[in-house]
DNA sequence: ATGGCGCTATCAGCATATCGAATAGATCCT
DNA sequence: AGGATCTATTCGATATGCTGATAGCGCCAT
């Protein structure tokens, strides 16, 4: 029997196969372009084979570099069972968590993804609100955790900070109307207080054409032309385009995020998902 | 994802379980015991469990470690299978190999199983002799290797030493019979002659009761209480027992194995059989 | 034609991981 | 009690893999 192959080196052939470059693959498996060349220079020195075409902008596999693909695939995938079999996380239960519907819709579903990997046997509950009212219900006992937008005064810890823009509809132009035609999210929230508090300072007047705690309502009354609002930019979809002070509306401050915890639940799981949120938040600011 | 794991330590520690000790397992896998100590606590500590159980004289798998053992197979498996389709031998032909029945039967199965593995398009074909006809048969062009057993006086590389044994009949006596009825192999084989120097230097008398190219008539003449014979050990059957000294039977010298080579036959499965052939004789021995 | 960009390959120096040999400690057996 | 057998640990040597810098090549825009 040769060496068992060294399935870091697999790992890397892999990542250089699908991102078409070594340079592309190096922060995916957290090296150095260098690194990642001698690792593809030594893999074809212990097969003997050469496995991957370098052209002048894109590495390809060659007909044997393809055959080893699938071959590299199901070791890691077999690895990854392997590692889930021997550190299964005993962990089970409920996570009850608190987020605004726009992180619900843009921000949480490949974190939720992730976290169900590591954890299959945690269920999370979700729970969509705003924030003022998130916050309410963690002091009800409703909660166990939630992601909040920070308000004014409110003491949080933050672990990561969203930009927030003014969107409008492509078809519009809505800005150019006076008083200025915006849609607001609840009284209470934090988005709102943004808004509102950029709008007092820059001395613009305005009309509240639409108030609600639906992001989608929102995004229907803007896409309308009948007004602008203003989101966090992660939340913007596609069919609204971000304006701003090119279209001589005021700058809008950054969101500040936090996550809160209801001290009573101190089971493991909602130990793992507080943590797993907090690294994740803070990783993709 | 998690770091792939280490495949080195995954082959030792299936080589552990399988011998049941760290000591055991070192050789096995080219490493000395200290190491093997480091790769074990090295793997339970990246995994985080526990996977082996120490007693004071054997070393057995704990319940997740047993789950573990047949992740681990699996992967030596599948990395194998991925070095063959990546270095896949493009050799084929076939190799006409010469061998003592004694060693066909029990010595080449799991030999020639696992040059097969490593070469699946090469075929071989067997031929069974006595040593003294497979030198014959080779020089005359019909054979491409031979494992022979080494006559005095003949020029030969030994890869081998086998130790010989007298076999008698579990339920009688035969040694204690005088003239000592000996079953032989056919004249000019270096078993028969081992036999023959040995109860000449004892000035023991004895009696050839019969003489055979064939194993298995030999081990029935000797099963049936008739005579002793001196067999090779590994070739005893267990329907027959190992007798000696303890029994007034002069001791046997070892055999001497080695491998002749048709110096025609220089095609390129010649020679990996011929390699394969003396690492494994070696290492077992 | 030239310069800039994007990419891989290579080199030198450094950090660290792994190894073997020696030894300590524990258990078992005679 | 002594010897054998086993695992664990320590220490020093060294092999290995890494990063950062740089050379070389091809492509593209001016």
Redesign the interface.
Same mark, same amino acid.
């Given at each position: 029997?040769?060496?068992?192959?060294? &399935? %870091?080196l697999?790992?890397t052939f892999v990542a250089v196969v699908e991102t078409g470059s070594l340079s592309n693959a190096a922060p995916r498996v957290g090296r150095s372009q260098s690194a990642v060349s001698m690792q593809m220079q030594r893999l074809e020195d212990m097969?003997? %084979?050469q496995?991957l075409v370098r052209g002048p902008r894109t590495v390809t596999p060659n007909a044997?570099g393809e055959?080893?693909l699938i071959?590299?695939r199901? &070791? &890691?995938k &077999? !690895?990854?069972?392997?590692?889930a !079999?021997?550190?299964r996380p005993k962990e089970t239960g409920s996570v009850r968590l608190g987020v605004p519907d726009d992180y619900a819709a843009f921000l949480l579903p490949p974190v939720l993804s992730r976290f169900a990997e590591d954890h299959p046997l945690v269920t999370v509950e979700l729970v969509c609100e705003q924030s003022t009212a998130l916050v309410k219900t963690l002091a009800e006992g409703r909660l166990d955790l939630a992601i909040v937008t920070r308000l004014p005064e409110q003491p949080l810890d933050v672990v990561r900070l969203e930009r927030f823009v003014w969107v409008a509809s492509p078809n519009h132009v809505a800005w150019q109307t006076n008083p200025l035609p915006v849609a607001l999210f609840e009284p209470g929230c934090a988005a709102r207080m943004n808004v509102l508090q950029a709008l007092g300072s820059a001395d613009r007047s305005y009309r509240c054409t639409y108030s609600s705690a639906s992001l989608l309502g929102l995004v229907a009354v803007v896409q309308a032309g009948l007004a602008v609002a203003g989101l966090a930019q992660r939340s913007v979809p596609p069919s609204l385009r971000v304006v701003g002070v090119n279209e001589g509306l005021p700058a809008l401050p950054d969101l500040e995020i936090g996550i809160l915890r209801n001290p009573l639940s101190a089971t493991p799981a909602v130990e793992r998902l507080n943590d797993f949120l907090r690294r994740d938040l803070a990783q993709r600011a």
């Open positions: 029997m040769a060496a068992p192959l060294d &399935l %870091n697999l790992k097969v003997g %084979n496995l044997i055959d080893f071959y590299a199901r &070791l &890691l &077999l !690895s990854d069972e392997a590692w !079999s021997v550190t």
